[in-house]
């Protein structure tokens, strides 16, 4: 099977611009789940997708948001982008939740803000 | 919600000597414990993770131990090698309400 994949890998932009992330799970997996990780402060979870509805959620403003699509594709959104945006975003797919399966990571999308 | 504590930090250790790392959390109904290694500039990847119905599991140099009373899991690595050298983090999961923390991660360095 192929892995998590994620695009784009490289993003940079500018402070008040809005960015879209995509992750495509493992073929068979229903949950997707995003994280945020940065030198300071390790993986921080943002939110998790099952079956295209939000079953979990970290501690982000409301700037962060993200979707899932019945092919269990995922994207985030971060809108109006803020210099301590600027971080290594992964995601995971497991086959039925973070909580009960291994989950298998994404090369991860890294997000400069200038 | 969960809180997951790991320690130590950093860690360095000399080819062939053992590495501990070990992690306490706070929820005791917390039931899936999975460790991660993460090399530079690729992504986290499961190495070995333990179920609260177990005490113990191994898988050749590495083993992960398990005190549900005391509420800690420790990550222990044998014999180890440059390649063992990343930053390993662990979590600790609920079943009942999809809750997961991750510890911060400990940076481990095995020198040649």
């Known amino acids: 099977k192929a892995g998590v994949t994620q695009t784009p890998r490289y993003l940079i932009k500018t402070r008040g611009q809005q960015v879209t992330l995509s992750c495509s799970p493992i073929s068979g997996h229903r949950s997707v789940s995003w994280y945020q990780q940065t030198p300071g402060q390790g993986l921080q979870f943002l939110f998790e997708?099952?079956?295209?509805?939000?079953?979990n959620k970290g501690n982000f403003p409301g700037r962060f948001s993200g979707r899932q699509f019945s092919n269990s594709r995922s994207e985030m959104n971060v809108s109006t982008l803020e210099l301590g945006d600027s971080a290594l975003y992964l995601c995971?797919?497991?086959?039925?939740?973070?909580?009960?399966?291994?989950?298998?990571f994404g090369p991860g999308t890294r997000l400069t803000v200038l | 919600g969960e809180n997951v504590e790991q320690h130590p930090s950093t860690l360095s250790v000399q080819e062939g000597d053992s590495a501990v790392i070990k992690c306490t959390y706070s929820d005791s109904a917390s039931n899936y414990f999975p460790w991660y290694k993460q090399e530079l500039g690729k992504r986290p990847q499961l190495i070995i993770d333990?179920?609260?119905?177990?005490g113990e599991k191994k898988d050749q140099r590495i083993a992960v131990t398990l005190n549900k009373t005391a509420k800690h899991f420790s990550l222990h690595i044998t014999e180890t090698q440059p390649e063992d050298s990343a930053v390993y983090f662990c979590a600790a999961t609920l079943h009942n309400n999809n809750d997961m923390r991750f510890g911060a991660g400990t940076r481990l360095t095995v020198k040649p």
């Open positions: 997708y099952f079956s295209e509805t939000q079953r």
């Open positions: 995971a797919s497991s086959p039925q939740g973070r909580s009960t399966d291994t989950q298998y």
């Open positions: 333990i179920r609260s119905n177990v």
